[in-house]
């Protein structure tokens, strides 16, 4: 399933890796960790102005075309006011500013809402999730973002056409025989329909994924309760290991095909928040690999222009 090539760079090993069905690539410099870039978690400060907070997410946010909003527990959700996809909402987690911890509930409950919101919607859909300001959230106040567009997002696109050749080429899944390979690997973590594992080629800072048994957003409804639950096994996994800042996206085919390819959720670790952490890369940069641009090359163009 992937290639290793090592190294040695001066005294220090240096993996260079390469997943076999899309070409990613990665290089793995375990010596780097000693440079202790991170720093221990402090919560974020209150933010009396927070549009997610419970006394402004009503009147701040804006509404569906139906003129409501989706509140499932204490999770709502509503269209995005700065939208970077043909559909995307925003769903507030939980009414707590600062979450830290967070409850089996509160995350079954965001996840319904952000189903919910999908109904009737076509497209490839994404849910997705930046977990604070150094992992790219723009609002501290824990949320997460549903996409749907007309074209898959980079990444799901690699493994929708690869499986397909691997499918033609092998005669059955990737995603099965991934699985059947990562059972045994040291890499696995725990699960069986719904298999956890380090990925072997990480987009990011320890990397999990899980492979589910569908292919559609129309079908996790059904594997919520035990997804939540392993993702909570990560996150609390993720917090002894002392990171709390992560992204999360986890991919849905457009329609069920017969084409092998199983949805998977992605997880990356990212460095705590602290005065000179604040990132402009969340999880479309660093997991749909396709990064979100603010400025028009043309316009860059004239500006350019203007100061001649």
């Known amino acids: 399933m992937f290639l290793v090539t090592e190294t040695t760079a001066g005294s220090h090993t240096l993996q260079l890796r390469e997943e076999l069905l899309t ?4 290089k793995i410099s375990p010596a780097r960790i000693n440079r202790r870039l991170d720093t221990v978690y402090r919560p974020p400060p ?22 409501d909003r989706i509140c499932v527990g204490e999770s709502v959700t509503f269209p995005n006011l700065f939208p970077f996809a043909e559909w995307h909402t925003v769903t507030v987690i939980t009414a707590r500013h600062d979450a ?32 604070l300001p150094s992992a790219g959230a723009s609002i ?27 499918l033609i080429r092998n005669g059955c899944s990737y995603w099965d025989d991934l699985v059947e390979g990562e059972r045994n690997s040291p890499r696995y973590l725990f699960g069986d329909e719904i ?24 079908e996790f409804s059904s594997y919520l309760e035990p997804f939540v639950d392993g993702l ?29 390819f199983s949805s998977f959720c992605s997880i990356i670790s990212r460095i705590n928040p602290n005065v000179s952490s604040t990132s402009d890369t969340a999880f479309m940069e660093r997991l749909h690999l396709e990064p979100v641009i603010l400025t028009l090359p043309e316009d860059l163009g004239r500006d350019f222009g203007n100061r001649k």
């Open 23 to 26: 070409g990613h690539r990665c």
């Open 46 to 67: 209150p933010a009396p102005d927070c549009p997610f907070c419970r006394e402004k997410v009503f009147s701040a946010t804006p509404t569906f075309s139906t003129g």
């Open 100 to 131: 830290g911890v967070f409850s089996r509930s509160e995350i079954l409950d965001a996840l319904s809402g952000q189903l919910q919101s999908f109904s009737g919607i076509g497209g490839y859909k994404s849910i997705n999730w930046n977990y």
């Open 140 to 166: 501290v106040h824990p949320h997460l973002q549903g996409l749907a567009d007309r074209r898959p997002p980079a990444i799901a696109e690699q493994y929708l056409l690869g499986g397909v050749r691997y």
């Open 195 to 218: 298999f956890w594992y380090a990925h072997h080629v990480p987009l990011g800072e320890r990397e999990v994924r899980c492979i589910l048994p569908v292919s559609t957003c129309e």
């Open 232 to 260: 909570l096994r990560i996150l609390t996994f993720y917090r002894e290991l002392g990171t709390y800042a992560f992204n999360m996206s986890v991919f849905f085919d457009k329609k069920k095909n017969r084409n092998g």
